[in-house]
């Protein structure tokens, strides 16, 4: 039996008047590397903000269990104390802010040589960017390097990732799979929100989502087929009117 060290139950969340996830359920593993997949509007990011805790999707129903423990009612800081983080999509930058002290302000060992390795860890000069600012000077791969350094200085029990793949080079994405590979050595678990197959393939379990619910989960080479336009039947509003919904 896997050791499950995150599970939702029967998490439903309205916003603007519209059910973004509903009735969702799902089991993570720990120590496991998992992909999130799914079209554009399945309810993928509402879900990792919901876990998070973030202002605008704390007014949930349903359960959210974190090593057994009810998260509902906890604010972002405790979730975040208990060893839950979450990468976005599209970094804050946090104008003027040192890069040494960004990755610092969460880091388990603030010493330099820990600073340092961080960096070097997503194959970024330490001597170069330390010093550096989080601004508009930095680009997004940039951004997206220095928030895994902060990351992996951290040290957490489960990271949610969204499109860990977005706005970076090939040569960048190549730095952030080894930084993932380094955080599943070290027994956190990873959750990647993605479109890509690149991606979904550095995983070791899929889950896949449609209109808020959870339509399928399994091995990444069964999930992968959803990428090849095998979508799994569904009685989804724009389903196709030559296919019967699934029963």
Same mark, same amino acid.
């Given at each position: ?6 599970? $939702?139950? &029967? ?9 973004? %996830? #509903?009735? %969702? ?17 399945? !309810? ?8 998070? =805790? ?17 998260? #509902? ?32 302000? =969460?880091?388990? &060992? ?30 997004? =791969? ?13 040290? @957490? ?11 970076? &080079? ?49 091995? $990444?080479?069964?999930?992968? !087929? ?6 799994? @039947? ?14």
């Amino acid at each position: 039996m896997e050791e499950v060290i995150l599970e $939702v139950q &029967d998490l439903t969340l309205e916003r603007g008047g519209r059910r973004i %996830l #509903n009735q %969702l359920s799902m089991q993570v593993w720990s120590g496991h590397v998992h992909a999130l997949v799914g079209p554009n509007g399945a !309810g993928k990011s509402t879900l990792a903000s919901t876990i998070m =805790g973030l202002s605008g999707y704390d007014d949930y129903q349903g359960e959210i269990r974190f090593d057994g423990e009810l998260l #509902n009612g906890l604010s972002v800081d405790e979730r975040a104390r208990r060893g839950i983080t979450l990468a976005w999509q599209e970094p804050a930058r946090f104008e003027g802010l040192p890069v040494w002290q960004f990755i610092a302000a =969460g880091a388990r &060992d603030r010493s330099e040589a820990a600073l340092h390795e961080a960096l070097e860890r997503v194959g970024l000069s330490p001597e170069a960017y330390l010093p550096r600012s989080v601004d508009k000077t930095l680009s997004g =791969g940039e951004r997206k390097r220095i928030e895994l350094a902060s990351i992996l200085a951290m040290q @957490p029990r489960l990271v949610l990732m969204d499109e860990p793949d977005s706005g970076i &080079d090939v040569e960048a994405l190549g730095r952030i799979f080894e930084a993932i590979r380094h955080l599943k050595e070290r027994g956190t678990t990873v959750v990647m929100i993605t479109h890509s197959t690149t991606v979904l393939r550095q995983a070791e379990h899929a889950f896949l989502m449609c209109c808020g619910k959870l339509i399928d989960k399994g091995a $990444v080479s069964r999930i992968d !087929g959803y990428f090849g336009g095998k979508c799994i @039947p569904c009685d989804h509003q724009n389903l196709p009117t030559d296919q019967e919904p699934a029963r």
